[in-house]
C-alpha cells in the first residue's frame, strides 16, 4: 500500500493490520514532508521561538530553549511520555496505528524529515512492533503514552515484538537491519500527537461491530424460524414506508435468509398468532439503526484517517506554523461511544429472542430449555443466563467514556476526550457480543433440531450447517462453554459473512 495521506477504509486498515501486507510512502507525500521539513529548519535557523520547536510542553509552554538542547528536548519528550500502564496492544492494534500514523504523517503538516517516517513503514513491513500499554491515554494531546511508546521503540529504546519475542528495541532493529534515527527538532512532538492509539483499536472494534450486525440477522433469521414465527413485518412496503438505509439492508438480508423456507409454509394457514414478538417483528429496525450507526461512525474515522493530528501544523506553502489542537480525540471518542450504545442495544434484542427459545412460555412448542428431557436435563437454561451476564457486563461498559473530563498538564491540558478508555470499553463490548451471538446461534441451531425433518430458509440451513460444523446437536446434556467458544472464533473469522 503507498501511502499518501488519503482516507483509509476500514477494510484497507484491517488488511494490513492482519497480515504481512507491506507500506511505503508515496513521492507525492515524500515531497510535501520535505518542505515541511524545510521551514522548521529555517526557524531553527533563525532562532523564532515557535512551541514544541525550542520550547517547553503543556504547561511548560512558555520555557524557552536554548538552540543546543533542541535535539535533547525532543529525545527526552518521548522518554518522558512513555509511562503506559497495562498489558500491550495486540498486534492487529500496533500495526493499525502504526499505518495511520505513518499516513497522517504522510500529509506533510508535521516538520517530520521522511526518512522518519520510511523507518517507521519499514518497522511494520519487517513486523517490528513496538510494545504499546493500552492505558495511560486521556486522549488530548491525542494518545500520548501509546504514540511515545511507539515512538520509543523507533529511536531504539524501550521493547518490541520481533520474532515471535518480546526483546530490546535496539536488538530487534539491528536484527531487522534497521538504524534508529536522532530526533531532530519537532520530531518527537510530530510521533507523539495524535488520535492513532484510540483509532486503531476502536477501528478495528467498529470492523467486529459491522460484522455482527450482519451476523443479528442471521442469527435472528434462525431463531424467527426454531419459534416458527412470520417475516411479513419484513416486506419491502413496509421498509419503504421508512426508508432508513440500514432498516431497509437489515429486511433484505432477513427476507433473503429465509427464502424456500418449508417451515415458513407449514404454518402460514391456519396459525392463530396475529403478530410476533418485538425481538422478532422488529429486527430491521433494531438491527438496521445498528447499521446505520456504524456507518456513521465509519465515516468519521474515514475522515480521520486522512487528517493532520499533530501541533503546532506547519504549512508550507507559507512557512507559517500554526498552534491549534486537531489532537483532541472529541470526534472519535464520541464515535464509540455512540457505536458501543447501539451494539448493546443489538446484545438487548439478541439476548431476548434466546430466552424466546428457551422459555417454555415463549418458546411455541419447544421443549424447555431446548433440552432432550427437561428436568433430568437443563438443556440451554444455563445457556441464556450465561447471555443475560453478557448483557449486563456490556451495560455496565456502556457508561460513555467521552462525558468525563480530568484535568492535566498544570491546567493547560483542561479538556480531554478519554478518547482511548471509549475504544477500549467499545473493543470488551464486541468480545461480549460475539460470545453472545454464539450463543444464540447454538440455541437457534438446537430449535431448528426439533422442526426436522423441515428445512428452514437457504440461507438460515446455510449457517445451521455452519454452527454444526463446529457443534453436534445438545442430545443430552454436556458442558456448552466449548461450543461458545468455537462459534464465537467462527464469528471472529468471517464464517457467517458471506450468509
Do not use: W
Not at 533563525?46 to 520555557?63: P, Q, S
Not at 500529509?107 to 504499546?132: A, W
Not at 437454561?381 to 492535566?408: C, F, K, W, Y
Amino acid at each position: 500500500m503507498e501511502l499518501s495521506g488519503e482516507k483509509l477504509a476500514l477494510s484497507e486498515i484491517a488488511a494490513i493490520a492482519y497480515t504481512g501486507d507491506k507500506i511505503q510512502i508515496a513521492a507525492s507525500a515524500r515531497k510535501r514532508m520535505a518542505a515541511s521539513r524545510k521551514v522548521i529548519d529555517d526557524i531553527v535557523a533563525r532562532d523564532t521561538i515557535v512551541y514544541g520547536v525550542n520550547t517547553g510542553f503543556g504547561k511548560l509552554a512558555d520555557v524557552r530553549i536554548a538552540h543546543h538542547e533542541i535535539e535533547a528536548l525532543q529525545l527526552n519528550l518521548v522518554r518522558s511520555h512513555a509511562c503506559g500502564i497495562g498489558s500491550p496492544l495486540s498486534e492487529p492494534e500496533v500495526r493499525a496505528m502504526m499505518l495511520l500514523r505513518a499516513n497522517v504523517l504522510a500529509l506533510g503538516f508535521s516538520g517530520i524529515r521522511p526518512e522518519v517516517v520510511d523507518l517507521l513503514c519499514e518497522m511494520l513491513n519487517r513486523r517490528v512492533h513496538p510494545v504499546v500499554p493500552e492505558k495511560g491515554s486521556v486522549g488530548a494531546s491525542g494518545d500520548l503514552a501509546p504514540l511515545a511508546h511507539l515512538a520509543l521503540s523507533l529511536i531504539g529504546e524501550g521493547e518490541v515484538f520481533f520474532d515471535g519475542k518480546r526483546m530490546a528495541s535496539a536488538d530487534a532493529l539491528k536484527r531487522a537491519k534497521l538504524k534508529p534515527p536522532k530526533l531532530a527538532a519537532k520530531e518527537g512532538l510530530a510521533l507523539l500527537n495524535g488520535t492513532q492509539a484510540m483509532h486503531a483499536v476502536g477501528g478495528l472494534s467498529i470492523l467486529r461491530a459491522q460484522r455482527l450486525a450482519n451476523l443479528a440477522d442471521v442469527a435472528g433469521a434462525m431463531t424467527l424460524e426454531g419459534l416458527r414465527d412470520t417475516p411479513a413485518a419484513f416486506d419491502s412496503r413496509l421498509q419503504n414506508a421508512r426508508p432508513h438505509a440500514g432498516q431497509t439492508a437489515a429486511a433484505a438480508h432477513l427476507r433473503a435468509l429465509l427464502e424456500k423456507s418449508e417451515i415458513r409454509e407449514s404454518h402460514r394457514k391456519n396459525d392463530p398468532r396475529v403478530q410476533d414478538a418485538y425481538s422478532i417483528r422488529c429486527m430491521p429496525q433494531v438491527h438496521g439503526a445498528v447499521r446505520d450507526v456504524l456507518a456513521h461512525c465509519e465515516e468519521i474515522l474515514a475522515t480521520e484517517s486522512a487528517s493532520a493530528t499533530d501541533n503546532p501544523l506547519v504549512f508550507a506553502k507559507t512557512g507559517d506554523v500554526i498552534s491549534g489542537g486537531n489532537f483532541h480525540g472529541a470526534p472519535l471518542a464520541m464515535a464509540f461511544d455512540y457505536a458501543a450504545i447501539a451494539l448493546i442495544d443489538l446484545m438487548n434484542i439478541g439476548e431476548r429472542r434466546i430466552d424466546r427459545l428457551t422459555n417454555p412460555d415463549k418458546s411455541e412448542g419447544l421443549p424447555a430449555f431446548l433440552a432432550r428431557k427437561p428436568g433430568v436435563e437443563s438443556g440451554f437454561m444455563i445457556a441464556q443466563v450465561a447471555a443475560a451476564s453478557l448483557v449486563n457486563e456490556a451495560r455496565v461498559l456502556g457508561h460513555p467514556a467521552s462525558i468525563d473530563n480530568v484535568t492535566t498538564s498544570g491546567g493547560k491540558e483542561d479538556h480531554v476526550s478519554m478518547g482511548m478508555t471509549s475504544a477500549s470499553k467499545l473493543r470488551s463490548i464486541v468480545d461480549l457480543a460475539e460470545n453472545l451471538f454464539a450463543i444464540e446461534l447454538l440455541a437457534a441451531a438446537e430449535a431448528l433440531e426439533h422442526r426436522h425433518p423441515l428445512k428452514a430458509g437457504r440461507g438460515v440451513e446455510r449457517a445451521f450447517k455452519l454452527v454444526r460444523q463446529v457443534a453436534t446437536p445438545l442430545r443430552s446434556d454436556r458442558p456448552l462453554s466449548g461450543d461458545i467458544a468455537k462459534v464465537a472464533e467462527q464469528i471472529r473469522a468471517g464464517k457467517f459473512d458471506e450468509l
